[in-house]
T-cell receptor, first 113, second 114 residues
Framework: GENVEQHPSTLSVQEGDSAVIKCTYS??????FPWYKQELGKGPQLIID?????GEKKDQRIAVTLNKTAKHFSLHITETQPEDSAVYFC????????????FGKGTMLLVSP | GAGVSQSPSNKVTEKGKDVELRCDPI?????LYWYRQSLGQGLEFLIY????????KSGLPSDRFSAERTGGSVSTLTIQRTQQEDSAVYLC????????????FGSGTRLTVV
């Protein structure tokens, strides 16, 4: 089955800095890679996703890049704000055409004012 | 409804008791998923429903765990003879169609077995 590795497990940055979280996946047939943000006491919320037919996607301060050859993808947050503090999860679908997602173990991002 | 609703939000039960966790997905979402999140851990897949059938239940940890979905809507996850290692947050998610993209998660049920 799919295996998703996520690094780092914790990340501390100063407000205004950039943050980068990286994930690798094992199943070359995977074609959908979402990122979720989980705040304390809440369920994960989809913040951005990318499909295997594109290499990069941006949405305001967040962007995701995908390298299919190396089987890794990354989340980039620019101009971080304290409200960006949360746990971030990457995920990959099990295989092409099947919707079950395998998640990384999460990155706790702390943005200090 | 507007989102995925889970109940109860918190459940404390004694070891050996049975518990039922409920998930009410977004109206019209045909796919429904249960995940488990242990303290400080990632999301562990349990079971996937497409309509009322479960094409993938490979993540259920033991035969004490079962789930059903009726009317293509509400789902119930049942844990029999609960053990302390069952303590976790149980998350439900739904999506409009398989393979179309991201899940919408509920807020979860925090289960504590004492």
């Amino acid at each position: 089955g799919e295996n998703v590795e996520q690094h780092p497990s914790t990340l501390s940055v100063q407000e205004g800095d950039s943050a980068v979280i990286k994930c690798t996946y094992s199943d070359s047939a995977s074609n959908y890679f979402p990122w979720y943000k989980q705040e304390l006491g809440k369920g994960p919320q989809l913040i951005i996703d990318i499909r295997s037919n594109v290499g990069e996607k941006k949405d305001q301060r967040i962007a995701v890049t995908l390298n299919k050859t190396a089987k890794h993808f990354s989340l980039h947050i620019t101009e971080t704000q304290p409200e960006d503090s949360a746990v971030y999860f990457c995920a990959a679908n099990l295989n092409s055409g099947y919707s079950t997602l395998t998640f990384g173990k999460g990155t706790m991002l702390l943005v200090s004012p | 409804g507007a989102g995925v609703s889970q109940s109860p939000s918190n459940k404390v039960t004694e070891k050996g008791k049975d518990v039922e966790l409920r998930c009410d997905p977004i109206s019209g979402h045909t796919a429904l998923y249960w995940y488990r999140q242990s303290l400080g851990q990632g999301l562990e897949f349990l079971i996937y429903f497409q309509g009322n059938s479960a094409p993938d239940k490979s993540g259920l940890p033991s035969d004490r765990f079962s789930a059903e979905r009726t009317g293509g809507s509400v789902s119930t996850l049942t844990i029999q003879r609960t053990q302390q290692e069952d303590s976790a947050v149980y998350l439900c998610a739904s999506s409009a169609l398989p393979s179309t993209g991201g899940y919408t998660f509920g807020s979860g049920t925090r289960l504590t077995v004492v």
